[in-house]
């Protein structure tokens, strides 16, 4: 809810919503640190990812993993554990781990190691019974290039299996998969994807202000953005609704086009 009510920003659904999340990357917040984010922005977060392998280091990880889910925001980790614990063959030990610690949310991915897709889809299938899924499509390698048919293969495959939503992979560099090694996005292959796939199914790492920007001012004010750093949750905010320079008059009425300085 906005402190007030100010003509012409673009309508922001109330959470629990299905579009216009943000899916903030916690790479090792301390108990402090993640109650300050839950009182500053609670509202404005949807998911939270605990980084890549941090949770298994994180002190006290589910007594923050508490806090957040008492903030109404869905807790996951990052898929690379899930990785870490495949590749050891040890998926039944990751599957008890996520339960010790209370979580209703997975992510899967295959972005750090080789696994065959059938494979993938068979995991999501296997924890869609008793978890949200939310399953990453990209690689982390920025030599290993993906054709936009096989991107939307795979997004609507996983989907089918019982993913809530895909993924698109960036890293938190932001500078493989769905974008450029310059950061910039690709464009191609981003357009190619929504031809085919439902843009509300799709969460788009954006770790970036600049693509960020790209993604609100190409799709609108409730795109699916992830990857955010919880300081810029609400910025982030302040960019969908046209309140920082970058998308100022992305939602004005056209009159108001005159005063954009030349």
């Known amino acids: 809810m906005n402190n007030i009510n100010l003509p012409y920003l673009p309508e922001r659904k109330s959470k629990p919503r299905d579009s216009g999340l943000a899916m903030v990357m916690d790479k090792g917040l301390s108990l402090r640190e993640a109650e300050d984010l839950v009182s500053s922005a609670s509202d404005f977060i949807d998911y939270i990812k605990l980084g890549f392998g ?15 889910q008492k903030a109404n925001i869905m807790v996951f980790l990052g898929g690379t554990l899930f990785e870490a614990f495949v590749i050891r063959d040890m998926f039944d030990s990751y599957r008890h781990f996520v339960e010790k610690l209370n979580l209703n949310a997975v992510e899967i991915s295959d972005g750090s190691m080789s696994m065959e897709h059938d494979k993938k889809c068979e995991y999501i299938t296997c924890l869609a019974k008793d978890f949200t899924v939310l399953s990453e499509v990209g690689s982390k390698e920025s030599g290993i290039l ?3 048919n096989r991107w939307i293969e795979m997004m609507k495959t996983e989907l089918e299996a019982g993913s809530t939503k895909v993924i698109g992979e960036a890293r938190e560099s932001g500078n493989v998969g769905i974008y450029r090694p310059t950061g910039k996005a690709h464009v191609t292959l981003i357009n190619k994807i929504l031809s085919k796939v439902d843009q509300d199914k799709i969460i788009w790492e954006a770790p970036l202000k600049s693509q960020q920007v790209w993604f609100i001012n190409h799709f609108g004010a409730n795109v699916n953005l992830g990857n955010i750093a919880p300081a810029e949750v609400i910025p982030l905010e302040t960019l969908r609704l046209g309140l920082r320079g970058d998308t100022f008059f992305s939602f004005l009425p056209e009159k108001f086009k005159k005063f954009r300085p030349q």
Do not use: F, H, N
């Not at 941090?54 to 957040?68: A, F, G, L």
């Open 146 to 148: 993906i054709a936009p």
């Open 54 to 68: 941090t949770s298994i280091v994180t002190p006290q990880v589910r007594e923050k993993i508490s806090i957040y």
